[in-house]
């Protein structure tokens, strides 16, 4: 046994059962793993990108984190975005990181490179193989470190790999998240007894269906507001579960929206900041007059801690709203944000999961979808935009009995496009709805919040997908995933409805 197959044994010993990849020749010993060692689905992505946005989607949905395989420092470096994305998320995920031999690394050959230094600011968890008998406990660390909700790099030298093993390592036990002390429950339940306006600001393991349960139980007996972060990990939300506000993206809302509560109180998220920085306006959501309690944070069992609250406040075990069974018309006509949004509230079945990076054009989808059967919502965690395609890819292989819906936008879908070639090579169920209005549009919404009233030919140039015009279709086409093109709110809904009804990867180009 080599150090790669003692690896890969130790992860599926482990319970890892996916590797995202795309190899070069550091990793050989580790792609021949993959046939020695039953148990893992090696899954090739023909960018980094892809691979990291993919396992960020698996981990999500599957609650245990997905491998990466990734050639060296370049390599890595191209999947660092969606990384970035993914340790906003708090998504299990572990890395291999193919080196050059221990040996060749003082040559410092064209592709060697700082690899600990690229890796650190993605990952919770770095390290460096140092043997071939070390690799299955490194792996066994690197996967437990995981499994407490971040992401874990761990760097194998080439030699490494193709040396000798002693054996496979035991998975190691993973840390179970505290709950909050009785000391907190008591000083926010006394907070919640106050007769002042209050909102329970919600993110992370919050938003689970135990915890959204747990904190409508919470607002039954105060009466206070429950909202969550704007961009959350994963929501589980629609008909028969509580409802939930969505923080506003813009500074100027995201305060309105927090200004008529006197108390805050934190749940398995930050106190929210503005995206950026904007000149005369403050970086927090919340004044100094406004009182700001930390419930749990999010690396705490945030649904035990609501749970213990709401017992606390003497809620019932059945307390709390729910969102009623409700659905937009099928709409008709001219296709606009509106008639988008209808389209798939209408269609979407029970189960889906949407991944939105829809961004500009998605706006109207969060609350038209409110009593839509139940589903689990995704969205940009870290707002490095191309992640929702790969996301959505990582989604359908977690979770092969679920339709999965993917409301993106064009310039986003442009940075990991080679996602559809993933997913028509693994036959995956994904619906890929691009939002097509041929420019960056947040761009140009910024570039008036930044004071241009009329911006000239090469800012134009610099936010605009047109000319040459985009063609979703021959794209999608030509990577083997079967598309249409729709002008009309009655021929989306239509696509939809083929789309959901057969199985594979479909996409639908939305001309707005």
Same mark, same amino acid.
């Given at each position: ?11 599926? *010993? ?39 946005? &993919? ?88 996967? *437990? ?27 190691? =036990? ?35 269906? !135990? ?20 961009? =959350? ?12 506000? !969505? ?36 970086? $927090? ?38 969102? =009623?069974?409700?659905? =937009? ?31 500009? $054009?998605?706006? &109207? ?148």
């Amino acid at each position: 046994m080599n150090g790669a197959e003692s690896l890969l044994k130790t992860a599926v *010993a482990a319970g890892v059962e996916v590797c995202f990849a795309n190899p070069g020749t550091t990793e050989m010993p580790l792609v021949a793993a993959f046939d020695a060692v039953p148990g893992v689905r090696a899954v090739l992505g023909l960018f980094e990108g892809v691979c990291t946005g &993919a396992a960020d989607g698996y981990g999500r949905m599957a609650g245990r984190p997905a491998l990466t395989l990734l050639h060296l420092g370049p390599g890595f470096a191209n999947g660092i975005a969606n990384l970035h994305n993914a340790r906003r998320a708090r998504t299990p995920i572990v890395n291999l990181i193919g080196d050059q031999a221990t040996w060749h690394l003082a040559a410092d050959a064209p592709l060697t490179s700082d690899i600990v230094s690229l890796a650190g600011p993605v990952s919770g968890w770095v390290r460096t193989n140092r043997s071939a008998e070390e690799l299955a406990a490194d792996a066994a660390d690197a996967i *437990a470190a995981a499994a407490s909700g971040q992401v874990a790099t761990l760097i194998v030298p080439h030699d490494n790999q193709a040396g000798p093993a002693g054996g496979v390592t035991a998975p190691r =036990p993973a840390a179970s998240p505290p709950a909050a002390g009785e000391e907190t429950i008591r000083r926010v339940a006394e907070s919640l007894k106050r007769d002042q306006p209050a909102v329970l600001f919600m993110g992370g393991r919050a938003l689970g269906e !135990r915890g959204l349960r747990a904190a409508a139980r919470v607002a039954a007996v105060s009466g206070c507001a429950l909202v969550c972060e704007t961009f =959350p990990a994963r929501l589980e939300r629609g008909a028969g579960l509580p409802a939930i506000s !969505r923080l506003p993206y813009f500074p100027e809302q995201g305060m309105a929206a927090l200004s008529k509560f006197q108390t805050i109180i934190l749940a398995g998220t930050r106190a929210p900041v503005a995206f950026f920085g904007y000149e005369g306006m403050p970086g $927090s959501l919340i004044s100094r007059d406004q009182n700001v309690e930390a419930l749990a944070s999010p690396e705490e069992d945030v649904p035990a801690t609501l749970e213990a609250l709401a017992d606390a406040l003497g809620a019932g075990a059945d307390a709390g709203e729910v969102s =009623p069974a409700t659905r =937009p018309q099928r709409p008709q006509g001219a296709l606009s944000l509106e008639n988008l949004a209808a389209a798939i509230a209408y269609v979407q079945p029970e189960g889906a999961i949407i991944m939105d990076e829809g961004n500009t $054009s998605s706006m &109207a989808y969060f609350p038209m979808s409110a009593g839509a059967p139940p589903h689990s919502y995704l969205t940009l965690t870290g707002g490095a935009i191309g992640q929702g395609m790969p996301c959505a890819t990582g989604a359908a292989i977690a979770c092969p009995d679920r339709k999965v819906i993917n409301l993106q936008a064009d310039g986003s879908a442009m940075y990991t496009l080679q996602s559809l070639w993933t997913q028509a090579r693994e036959g995956l169920d994904v619906t890929t709805l691009i939002c097509a209005n041929n420019s960056y549009r947040i761009l140009g919404i910024e570039l008036m919040r930044s004071g241009v009233k009329e911006a000239g030919p090469q800012a134009r140039g610099l936010i605009g997908l047109a000319p040459p015009r985009l063609d979703w279709v021959q794209m999608s086409k030509g990577m083997g995933v079967p598309a249409v093109r729709v002008e009309t709110a009655e021929s989306l809904v239509e696509e939809l409805e083929r789309a959901i009804a057969n199985s594979g990867p479909h996409l639908i180009e939305i001309v707005l």
